[in-house]
């Protein structure tokens, strides 16, 4: 049976009567063309066209040829908040070549490279996002209005008062045979996190996508908006993307559980995944770029604590147990859980570029230094330093500049016709910096208007 009458069966069987036709661009925002069942064979022979450069950074101009995107047919879901829709990811070619500024096909091109080795990327994310409403003013306020204690995380009230909500995005989740396995109201008010199962790299990047796509469609049938915006208040604790990342070979077995090898360093790991995270803590002050991808990620990073007493956020590039004030935690023995990235990264490129650099130190067995026990938000800067730990950039600006200088993640993410695409990334990310840069705020005008 091909492609085509794959799809078919399961459109027809499922009731369904659209797809949805989707791709990302390098914000990683969902884009999609709706196409009636009756066109399915056209989108799956020749893909659905779109105007590559209307989209978004995609490496192109007004004058360039389509982007024909060519549906994965193992990414069908039926999208159990609106059924008779289904949506499928797809990899964007431009005449006939995989275009390689399309953030899936350069996760994709990882991960080939990847198993040419005999290996496989598994990941599971933590997306936190934010119920908000709108003001007549234009500011933001969190949705639930009793959602005002100082300490939220884990609030059964408030978790109660939500609900509705909560539980209908996990029956969606199971239905779209995720496996949710937990719902909590996080540390900042109005703050949700919900939980699935891990799976490899590109089924829980396409996933996030489309999980994103259903918080904010549930979120507005509801008169709310939600927001993935990594600091969306300044006073409470921001919106994360937590990534556990485990190698595995192509028999399906995991390679970052120690085994016989002795263990100085305590955690149970392999020395793969010791070298793994060594590669993520050399190149963090790089990787960051892409992991935390605007200018708001900043404000969440490298700051005070909040009115809840802790930022969650990583400063520096440490490295340890069982210990959430570093970039690099290690919940349990078989995984590492990277806290660098933020509810902006674009799952693609993130996994990508940290693929590239855990693999440069699994490559180059680096060490990841000493396992860090302290409380990195209370220890002092001159403590920190005197360890050896490297501060992660203050900016997106410094974050770009120091992608540029990274080979090993130009590597990771590729080539284009125009030089590697980490420097189209850094020169985009640049020009938004700037942009708001040169923006004057309310805050500068009350600090400054009469000051001198």
Known sequence: MGAYEEIKARVDNDGVEYIYAMFVEMHGRACAKLVPVEALEGLMANGAG???FASGPMGQDPSSPDMLCIPDPSTYTQLPWQPNVAAMQCDPTVEGVRW??????ILRNALDQLAARDLVMKTGVEAEYSLVVKNDDGSISVADDRDVDVLPCYDAKGLTRMLPHLTDVSKNLNAMGWGNYANDHEDANGQFEQNWQYADAMTTADRLILFRLMIHTMA??????????????????????????????QADEPLFIGGDEPDPKGLGLSEMAYHFAGGLIAHATSLVAVACPIVNSYKRMGVGAPTSGATWAPAYAAFGGNNRTQMIRVPEPDRLEVRLGDGAANPYLMFAAMLACGMDGVDNQTDPGEVNTANLFTLPAEEVAARGIVTLPPT?????????ENDV???GLGDTPTGPYSHYFAKTKRAEFLAHHHEVTTGEVAQYLTLF
């Open 100 to 105: 390689p500024y399309a953030p899936r096909i």
């Open 220 to 249: 507005q049938r509801d008169g709310r908006y939600a927001t993935f915006m990594p600091k969306p208040f300044a006073n409470k604790a921001g919106n994360g993307l937590h990534a556990h990342i485990s190698l595995w070979n």
């Open 409 to 411: 993640i130009a590597a």
């Open 50 to 52: 779109f105007a590559g």
């Open 396 to 404: 997106l600006m410094h974050a770009a500049d120091n992608l540029v």
